[in-house]
């Protein structure tokens, strides 16, 4: 069998790619050891309760985006993020404070002290300098402050990566911010200068799953082989030869003039290439995807003293509390949970407190206990419980993040054909790996 295309992995990277190679025509096989597409995307639908234990929304910006959804069928489905999600709130010396998309939020708020806010409002005045490997940390301690970096952007590292700021190169996990330091001199400056994005968080009303079904829909009849594990990965004069064992236990094959692996980077040592080639593979093996497990709980409505106005709050490094933070995702989206009740969403682990993320259930449920007691004022035990363990969650942009994405490029080069795609390089965002996988599917098809 001769196929335009093999794609190794059934996740938002993998779909968005072969959705694009297939709607320009093109013969595609995916392969995905699981039984369901979507990856990291979990959704549990439950007695009236829509539970997230993977991405809990999306963030688009443009008409772009925009069309790209319009274009998966998903135009009409959109769910528009309440405006109450505006609001988010950081827990710092016991207080949640209150931070909005308007700057004014913090100089109005006691987050930060006056000295750390000039300190902050002072970045519009420094000099340009840091290097291209400094750590998040560095860079806004450097331009901001130590304040408000371990207040504010602490947290946000811990929300969005799971990660350590100190450990993590600003340029990799947040290009744009060094790029206004480049082009503006000032990071304040660059961001008062941007042109409106239009950014928007939305979601679909049978959840994030109902995003990945619609991505994996064109790929009909055998395109999608769940179940399936590959067993040989070779190049020669046809293209690549793959064959993979399917959910059946039969052994099929096939040629193609493009491999393109977008399973995550922890997987690449168990795939079947020739020795030579996972050489390349060996500098992702020490690759940092620290764990982190999902505690979601429903309440009913009287049982949580907070007024839940918001998208969910955040927890700085210093705070040495058990969980990063919790979301509010029957707040940000419609539908998520039966009439009176609530749901939230804690995050516990990542790279500072990978331990935490393997406690035993009953060691969480007393860690969540004690959070959102003393955070949220609840009380009682929650109606319904879902815990997910990721046991490999979000691949962290170190120092080296740079040498092992060139390590890459350079296999891609000397390998014709062969492409990785994947949050493991470039960015982790959902909304860029859907972007930039349907980019690099048209452009295979063109090629």
């Not at 002072?122 to 290097?131: A, L, Q, T, Y």
């Amino acid at each position: 069998m001769q196929l335009d295309a093999i794609i190794l992995g059934a996740g938002p990277a993998g779909l968005a790619v072969a959705n694009a190679l297939v709607r320009q025509g093109a013969q595609v096989k995916v392969i995905e050891p699981s039984n369901r597409p979507g990856g990291s995307i979990r959704t549990v639908r439950e007695a009236g309760w829509l539970v997230e234990t993977g991405p809990n929304t999306l963030q688009i910006e443009g008409e772009a985006d925009q069309a790209l959804l319009d274009g998966y069928g998903l135009g009409k489905a959109v769910q528009e993020a309440d405006h109450a999600s505006a609001q988010r709130f950081i827990l710092s010396k016991g207080k949640l404070h209150t931070l909005t998309n308007k700057p004014s939020s913090l100089f109005k708020g006691d987050l930060l002290s006056w000295r750390g806010k000039l300190r902050f409002i002072s970045e519009i005045f420094r000099p340009r300098g840091g290097s291209a490997e400094e750590t998040v940390q560095a860079f806004m301690t450097r331009r901001f402050g130590a304040e408000a970096a371990d207040l504010l952007m602490d947290p946000v590292v811990s929300g969005v990566h799971a990660g350590d700021p100190s450990r993590l190169c600003m340029a990799n996990s947040f290009p744009s911010i060094p790029a206004f330091e480049a082009s503006h001199r000032s990071v304040i400056l660059g961001l008062i200068r941007q042109p409106p994005k239009g950014r928007r968080i939305i979601g679909f009303p049978a959840g994030m799953q109902q995003l990945a079904d619609a991505m994996a829909a064109p790929l009909r009849g055998e395109a999608l082989q769940l179940g399936s594990m590959a067993t040989l990965i070779r190049q020669d004069a046809r293209g690549w030869n793959v064959a993979w064992r399917n959910a059946q236990g039969q052994d099929e094959g096939a040629f193609a003039k493009h491999l393109i692996v977008t399973a995550p980077h922890w997987q690449w040592a168990s795939l079947p290439f020739e020795e030579e080639l996972k050489k390349t593979f060996r500098e992702w093996e020490r690759a940092e995807a620290p764990p982190v497990t999902v505690v979601a709980r429903g309440y009913d409505r009287s049982a949580v003293a907070h007024p839940l106005d918001g998208f969910g709050y955040l927890i700085p490094g210093n705070e040495k509390r058990q969980i990063l933070g919790c979301l509010f995702p029957s707040t940000v989206l419609p539908g998520r949970t039966p009439e009176g009740k609530v749901l939230l969403c804690c995050f516990i682990g990542g790279a500072r407190y990978p331990a935490l993320a393997r406690q035993t259930d009953e060691q969480l449920r007393a860690s969540v206990d004690r959070e959102l007691a003393e955070t949220l004022g609840v009380s009682g035990p929650p109606e319904k419980e879902w815990i997910q363990r990721w046991d490999r969650a979000i691949p962290q942009y170190g120092v080296d993040q740079s040498r092992r994405e060139a390590a890459l490029a350079h296999a891609e080069a000397k390998n014709p054909g062969l492409h990785f795609h994947g949050a493991f390089r470039g960015g982790i965002a959902l909304m860029h790996v859907i972007r930039a996988g349907d980019a690099l599917g048209r452009s295979l098809a063109k090629g």
